[in-house]
Each structure stands twice: as structure tokens, then as C-alpha cells.
């Protein structure tokens, strides 16, 4: 049967790029009436240390983000990871079962300790998609939306699924498939065309947050990096120029259309038209979204509730499939 996951971390201000690449498919997948199971996820935001009292905000802030785009806790389950302790189970027996060797080439791990030293990362950090793999198969899910970044961790979750089921005989762990569509699948940084917009970025400039208000937005969009031509006449132009790529790309997916059609609009306009046309478009957009947010921000103890109703429903699905994988690995759960 399908069954979707998919998770975000609370590691800092949600993006544009979490929206346009993830959290907007989240809400046509449970519209289309599948089980959706959608999760904060704590345990892997603190892979890199979180200031303790802005992680607690950023778990409710993504929660009522959730909630303001339109997920429905009557019709998908949300929560957060450390309410549900079956994924910090199931994340250790999976790191028995991965090879330190996978861990090392995930391109996500290559990025996060580029101009560091990587051998003073948490080790957490390294086994970050042991732990993604858990989350997705503690549910036994089958299809998970997630931006183009994420590719790579959930080929690396067939491989997981597929060695413990061959270790151990079983035809247990499903092979999970990334749903990654759209013309907004990876959004970049405002200031740098070759690298991704995070919310974990340390520049603000960089991106567009889903609590920035109309001035912010504008302002970020006007100071974008772009190259000096103007727009082109067709989508070929675009060839090597990343900005104008970018911006093109963020224009189509708030508009719902395709960058051919962008182009055919704008040919041969300056980015002095083009980026308070995109900047309109883009506060039109996530302005009621940011409405809706701070209305649920504002009641802390209500998205408290509403996760942990959702943790007894995560959990209710995870603990025969976590009993299960303890009998078939040889430990002893009843007691
Ligand atoms: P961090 O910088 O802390 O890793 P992030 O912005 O990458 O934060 P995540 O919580 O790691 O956000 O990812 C949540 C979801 O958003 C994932 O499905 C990821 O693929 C997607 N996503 C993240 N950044 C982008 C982006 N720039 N474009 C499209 N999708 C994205
Ligand atoms: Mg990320």
C-alpha cells in the first residue's frame, strides 16, 4: 500500500526553497488522499549544535508552517522525530547494517564540512542519512517528496533497505522512491547561482523566508545577484547563466507555469522590470502564508497538542514495524 514521509529540519527559517522544492507536493499528496505521515525533524537539525531555546521555536515555527500551507492533522499525521523514539531505534540497527564507506561519499555531508575540518564533525553529521533511511522505513513508506538535494539519501535508503533485507533473508524494507518534480526542485541562493538555497545558510540575503514581510522579499530580490544582459528571448539564453536561471525557475513555479513561458513574457526585458514582477509575485504568494503562521505561533500550547496527538499516531503505525525488525535481527522484545 502507499504511504508517503517525508520530514524538514527545524534548523533555522523555513525558505522558499523548502516550499517551492518539498512542503508545497506535501499538500497535494495528502489532497490526493494518500496516507501522508509528515514530520519535524529535531533529531537531525541537531547534527550541528542549535542554540536550545530557538530550536524549540523553530520545531513550532515549522509546525505552524505546516499547518498554514494547509496540512491537516485530521487527514495527515504531524509530529516531531524525538516524540516517536522508534526512529533513534531503528537509526542505530540501520547503522549496523550501512557501510562507513556510504557515508563518507553523500555529496550533502561533502557540503556541510566544505572548507572545514570534516574529522571534527559530529558523528552524528556523518550518519545523518542512517538516520533518514529509519524515518522512512520505520513507516514502510513508498514514496517520499523531497527537493533534488535529497536524491542521493534516498537512493542510499534502497541500499540500506536492500542490505538488511539480504543480510537477514527477509523481504521486509520496501524500496522507497523520491518524488522530485517540478521546475523548482532546487531552488538556489540569491547571492551565489551555484549553491542551494538553506535555510541553514548563514547569509539572510541568501534566500527568501517564509516569515520575511513584502519589504524583505522586495528587497531580497532586488539586491539578487544576476549578470548585466537582460532576459533572453528564448530558454537557450539562459544557457550558463545560473542567476538568471534561478529567477526565471522561482517565477514559473509561483506562477504554476514553465520557464518557456517566462521567457516568451519577459524576452528581452531588463531585471529592473523583471525582479519587482517576480518580487510581486512572490509576496502575493507567501504573504497569507505568513499570515496564517503567526496566528498559530501565537498559541504555543495548540501545536504542542497537535504534535503529540500525532506522535500516538506515527508511533501507533511504527511499533509493530519496529517489533518486527527486532524479532527478525534476534533481540528479545517482550517483556
Ligand atoms: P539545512 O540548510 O539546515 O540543511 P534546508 O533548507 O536544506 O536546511 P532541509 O530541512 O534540509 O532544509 O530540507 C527540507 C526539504 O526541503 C527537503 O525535501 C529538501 O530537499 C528541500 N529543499 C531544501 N532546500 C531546497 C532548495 N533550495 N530547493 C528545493 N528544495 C529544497
Ligand atoms: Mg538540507
Known sequence: AP?????????????????????????????????????VVDLHA??????PEKLRNAIREVASAFLAIGLDPARSILFNQSQVS???????????????GWMYRMTQFKDKTAGKNAENSSLGLLAYPSLMAADILLYHATHVPV????????????????????????????????????VATKVMSLRDGNKKMSKSDPSDMSRINLTDDADAIAAKIRKARTDPEPLPETVEGLAGRAEATNLVNIYAALAGTSAEA??????????????????????????????????YMADPAEIDRILGAGAEKAAAIADPILARTKEIIGLISSR
Request: proline residues 5%; negative net charge; aromatic residues 10%.
Open 3 to 39: 504511504r508517503v514521509f517525508s520530514g524538514i529540519q527545524p534548523s533555522g527559517n523555513l525558505t522558499l526553497g523548502n516550499y517551492l522544492g518539498a512542503l508545497r507536493r506535501w499538500v497535494e499528496m495528502q489532497d490526493e488522499g494518500i496516507p501522508t505521515v509528515y514530520c
Open 46 to 51: 541537531i547534527t550541528v549544535w542549535q542554540d
Open 86 to 100: 522508534g526512529h533513534a531505534e531503528l537509526a542505530w540497527m540501520f547503522n549496523c547494517v550501512a557501510r562507513i
Open 147 to 182: 527537493g533534488e538535494d535529497q536524491k542521493q539519501h534516498i537512493e542510499l535508503t534502497r541500499d540500506i533497505a536492500a542490505k538488511f533485507n539480504h543480510d537477514y533473508g527477509v523481504d521486509f524494507f520496501p524500496m522507497t522512491e523520491p518524488v522530485i518534480e517540478g
Open 262 to 295: 517566462v521567457v516568451t513574457e519577459y524576452a528581452g526585458q531588463p531585471f529592473s522590470v523583471f525582479k519587482p514582477a517576480l518580487a510581486d509575485l512572490a509576496v502575493a504568494h507567501l504573504g497569507p502564508i505568513t499570515g496564517q503562521m503567526q496566528r
